[in-house]
């Protein structure tokens, strides 16, 4: 019976220490996950439009997303891709949602999650959008829509 006591004891012990450990575990982490969602990265000119008054474009390409997202990061070849080869056709936009600056066009845009392409007609007009990453062929079908070439 001593013998099961002392078992039970060391169990405890145990049990209590990890659970000490654990908690502390979580908890910096915790703290972690919120410093890097607070900090504020300085807008990139990435955040500015890119928007030349003196063109008609055919399609603003705005993307919504993050420098701080994986799926977002993908995009940013796509969309230097695009101002490329469309440069005088299609005006691309990038809002960065997590800093100050482009928040307001998450909410102006209704977006639930990013990265999310929004498609403008040459009158300003949504004609199409997507959510999540969008592969470079796919999204010039969606540009051929409006007569890019």
């Known amino acids: 019976m001593d013998m099961l006591k002392i ?14 450990r654990i908690t502390g575990l979580i908890l910096t982490s915790l703290i972690v996950i919120a410093i890097g969602c607070n900090s504020k990265p300085k807008p990139t000119d990435s955040d500015k439009p890119t928007e030349n008054k003196d063109i008609k474009y055919k399609v603003t390409f705005i993307e919504l997303g993050s420098v701080r997202c994986i799926p977002c990061q993908k995009m940013q070849p796509i969309m230097k ?13 990038f809002h960065d949602v997590w800093t100050e600056a482009g928040a307001p066009y998450a909410k102006k845009y209704g977006i639930e999650a990013i990265p999310t392409q929004v498609f403008l007609d040459k009158n300003g007009t ?23 070439k």
Request: aromatic fraction near 12%; avoid cysteine; charged fraction near 25%.
């Open 7 to 20: 078992l039970l004891l060391i169990i405890k012990t145990n049990y209590m220490v990890n659970l000490k």
């Open 81 to 93: 891709s695009i101002r490329e080869k469309y440069p005088t056709q299609v005006n691309v936009v």
């Open 126 to 148: 949504e004609y199409f959008r997507h959510v999540g990453y969008f592969p470079e062929e796919e999204l010039v079908k969606v540009l051929n829509q409006k007569g890019v």
